[in-house]
């Protein structure tokens, strides 16, 4: 198979257009190619008057591919093997099922592999089932009732099911393809397979995450909702059960060999039971800040210029970094196009917030995270959960500021004024709670406002208009990624505790959908082939 790599079309090209580019460029005959496959997409605008589409695609032919490659750049045209996943064999002999607490996307890619090698897994979701959790988050933004167990953070698919639904990622493991390839089977839209920016949004995602459900559970894995892991049966190093409480219910040991820990990054009361427990844990760099939302279609003149209605074009999203104050960094992240800022709170008595769009992006604004990286060596202490009780010392003292779940904002041009905000301007904050105009100062630590300061007049002139003084921002985002990281060794085992899996965003080894499935996988393919039993035999 041949890719081919930078072929720009038009934005109103077809697909016999796409066909011609590709034949022109090899030097064949369009006849000459027997299938033709995009295998990615993306949109350049880096000039608004020729703004098009670029493709890389994939191609079979009869003809000899060594000689059609021949006198081309291998960034221009390469011959490249079609992916194939091919899981490990398996060894695993032990007679207990293995058990997955939580039902994330680390949780259910492991899980979904567990049970197709008929393993049986056992899940436990604190959570509930994603129909059931959507009603009581639609009911918190509401009413302000908030279930601490099912939430924008705990619950069926995780964090990522009340967020964009964005797949894109930095990590290069082909078993990143696996994944798109799995979700697209189990409901996603097929184009994943192809954008440069592929997601498919919170509404999409409830299906495909059911979908996913119901297959692990036909491959003979059980699925507990609203079931809270307590605590873990350990005796000379290994473990020997886990001990959890479903609703209603006494508590329950459930004898096992093995544990995945997918328990997501907010899980801070089992972070405190892990602690407890001498498990260990590692201080982890995160990011703390805020939300910014403009009217999309004020992001869209940005980007495309005069094309910002031309409805070839996907709504418009930015990516910007600036690395001028000091060494601390500020930068966006998780840019939800036709999205909405939210609650995302799982403890009473704080505010945090995130960003989410539905599949068609179609709201009004667009809303991204402003975020400042702070490193463990600027944490309040050496504690190994120091970085989490920042967090929760910062979205208290958003309930306090704001006296609500009505997370506090202001105004761009206020904040770059150092003026508390009294009345909105041309933009409609989205959050469905509502929002308490304040001083984000009164919120956030001097740092992170200090470094966001001075970063938005850098991203102005990266993103002509960004500094749109009517522009709102909401505090705090503090859930970007975990604030710890669980010491695994080369088996994917907890140090010190054999049987133990940390795995995913809140283990501290992912950041976002697809990173989390795919660390998953892997520790999935380490329980399947046994990896840790068959080295202790040839030792």
Same mark, same amino acid.
């Given at each position: 198979?041949?890719?081919?790599?930078?072929i720009?079309?038009?934005?109103?090209?077809?697909?016999?257009?796409?066909?011609?580019?590709?034949?022109?460029?090899?030097?064949?005959?369009?006849?000459?190619?027997?299938?033709?496959?995009?295998?990615?997409?993306?949109?350049?605008?880096?000039?608004k008057?020729? @703004?098009?589409? !670029?493709y890389?695609?994939?191609?079979?032919?009869? %003809?000899? $591919? +060594? &000689?059609?490659?021949? /006198?081309?750049?291998?960034?221009?045209?390469?011959i490249?093997?079609?992916?194939?996943?091919?899981?490990?064999?398996?060894?695993?002999?032990s007679?207990?099922?293995?058990?997955?607490?939580?039902?994330?996307?680390?949780?259910?890619?492991?899980?979904?592999?567990?049970?197709?090698?008929?393993?049986?897994?056992?899940?436990?979701?604190?959570?509930?089932?994603?129909?059931?959790?959507?009603?009581?988050?639609?009911?918190?933004?509401?009413?302000?009732?908030?279930?601490?167990?099912?939430?924008?953070?705990?619950?069926?698919?995780?964090?990522g099911?009340f967020?964009?639904?964005?797949?894109?990622?930095?990590?290069?493991?082909?078993?990143?393809?696996?994944?798109? @390839?799995?979700? !697209?089977?189990?409901?996603?839209?097929?184009?994943? %397979?192809? $954008? +440069? &920016?592929?997601?498919? /949004?919170?509404?999409?995602?409830?299906?495909?995450?059911?979908?996913?459900?119901?297959?692990?559970?036909?491959?003979?894995?059980?699925?507990?909702?609203?079931?809270?892991?307590?605590?873990?049966?350990?005796?000379n190093?290994?473990?020997?059960g886990?001990?959890?409480?479903?609703k209603?219910?006494?508590?329950?040991?459930?004898e096992?060999?093995?544990?995945?820990?997918?328990?997501?990054?907010?899980?801070?009361?089992?972070?405190e039971?892990?602690?407890?427990?001498?498990?260990?844990?590692?201080?982890?760099?995160f990011?703390?800040?805020?939300?910014?939302?403009?009217?999309?279609?004020?992001?869209?003149?940005?980007?495309?210029?005069?094309?910002?209605?031309?409805?070839?074009?996907?709504?418009?999203?930015?990516?910007?970094?600036?690395?001028?104050?000091h060494a601390?960094?500020?930068?966006?992240?998780?840019?939800?196009?036709?999205g909405i800022?939210?609650?995302?709170?799982?403890?009473?008595?704080?505010?945090?917030?995130?960003?989410?769009?539905?599949?068609?992006?179609?709201a009004?604004?667009?809303?991204?995270?402003?975020?400042?990286?702070?490193?463990p060596?600027?944490?309040?202490?050496?504690?190994?959960?120091?970085?989490?009780?920042?967090?929760?010392?910062?979205?208290?003292?958003?309930?306090?500021?704001?006296?609500?779940?009505?997370?506090?904002?202001q105004?761009?041009?206020?904040?770059?004024?150092?003026?508390?905000?009294?009345?909105?301007?041309?933009?409609?904050p989205?959050?469905?709670?509502?929002?308490?105009?304040?001083?984000?100062?009164?919120?956030?630590?001097?740092?992170?406002?200090d470094?966001?300061?001075s970063a938005v007049?850098?991203?102005?002139k990266?993103?002509?208009?960004?500094?749109?003084?009517?522009?709102?921002?909401?505090?705090?985002?503090?859930?970007?990624?975990?604030?710890?990281?669980?010491?695994?060794?080369?088996?994917?085992n907890?140090?010190?505790?054999?049987?133990?899996?940390?795995?995913?965003?809140?283990?501290?080894?992912?950041?976002?959908?697809?990173?989390?499935?795919?660390?998953?996988?892997?520790?999935?393919?380490?329980?399947?082939?046994?990896?840790?039993d068959?080295?202790?035999?040839?030792?």
């Amino acid at each position: 198979m041949i890719r081919v790599n930078e072929i720009k079309l038009p934005l109103s090209s077809l697909s016999e257009d796409l066909e011609t580019a590709v034949a022109k460029t090899l030097r064949i005959n369009k006849s000459d190619i027997k299938n033709l496959t995009v295998y990615k997409r993306s949109v350049d605008s880096r000039k608004k008057d020729d @703004i098009h589409f !670029v493709y890389s695609v994939d191609i079979e032919t009869q %003809l000899d $591919e +060594a &000689s059609l490659v021949t /006198g081309f750049s291998e960034s221009k045209v390469s011959i490249v093997k079609d992916f194939c996943y091919s899981p490990p064999s398996l060894y695993r002999n032990s007679k207990f099922r293995p058990v997955v607490v939580g039902f994330g996307p680390a949780g259910m890619f492991a899980s979904l592999l567990l049970a197709r090698f008929g393993l049986n897994p056992l899940v436990l979701e604190r959570g509930d089932d994603v129909d059931t959790r959507s009603d009581k988050v639609s009911r918190f933004w509401k009413t302000g009732e908030l279930d601490e167990n099912t939430n924008v953070q705990f619950g069926e698919g995780g964090a990522g099911t009340f967020s964009d639904g964005k797949l894109t990622t930095g990590i290069k493991n082909p078993i990143c393809r696996e994944v798109l @390839i799995q979700l !697209v089977k189990y409901g996603a839209p097929a184009e994943i %397979l192809y $954008e +440069a &920016s592929p997601h498919i /949004g919170t509404d999409k995602l409830k299906t495909v995450v059911k979908a996913i459900r119901k297959q692990i559970i036909s491959l003979g894995g059980e699925i507990k909702f609203g079931c809270k892991m307590t605590d873990i049966i350990v005796a000379n190093g290994f473990v020997h059960g886990v001990s959890f409480r479903e609703k209603n219910k006494s508590k329950t040991d459930f004898e096992t060999d093995t544990i995945i820990l997918a328990i997501g990054h907010s899980s801070r009361d089992t972070y405190e039971m892990l602690y407890s427990m001498g498990l260990e844990i590692a201080q982890k760099a995160f990011s703390v800040g805020m939300r910014i939302e403009h009217p999309q279609e004020y992001i869209n003149k940005c980007r495309y210029g005069g094309n910002y209605a031309n409805p070839l074009l996907p709504p418009a999203e930015y990516k910007l970094s600036d690395h001028s104050l000091h060494a601390r960094g500020a930068y966006t992240f998780c840019m939800c196009p036709g999205g909405i800022v939210v609650n995302a709170s799982s403890e009473k008595g704080s505010v945090t917030v995130n960003g989410m769009s539905e599949y068609k992006r179609d709201a009004e604004n667009a809303n991204s995270a402003l975020l400042v990286g702070i490193e463990p060596h600027s944490f309040p202490d050496s504690h190994a959960l120091s970085g989490m009780y920042l967090q929760r010392e910062i979205e208290k003292k958003a309930f306090e500021v704001s006296q609500s779940y009505s997370p506090p904002a202001q105004l761009l041009g206020d904040f770059l004024n150092g003026v508390p905000s009294k009345k909105l301007g041309g933009v409609t904050p989205s959050c469905p709670t509502g929002v308490v105009l304040s001083d984000l100062r009164l919120v956030l630590p001097k740092w992170v406002t200090d470094t966001v300061l001075s970063a938005v007049y850098s991203f102005d002139k990266k993103l002509p208009g960004f500094n749109l003084p009517d522009a709102v921002l909401t505090a705090p985002e503090t859930r970007s990624s975990a604030p710890v990281r669980i010491v695994r060794d080369e088996f994917m085992n907890a140090s010190g505790l054999l049987g133990l899996y940390p795995c995913g965003e809140g283990a501290g080894y992912a950041g976002g959908i697809v990173s989390a499935a795919v660390d998953g996988i892997k520790v999935a393919q380490s329980i399947i082939s046994d990896e840790r039993d068959r080295k202790n035999h040839a030792l």
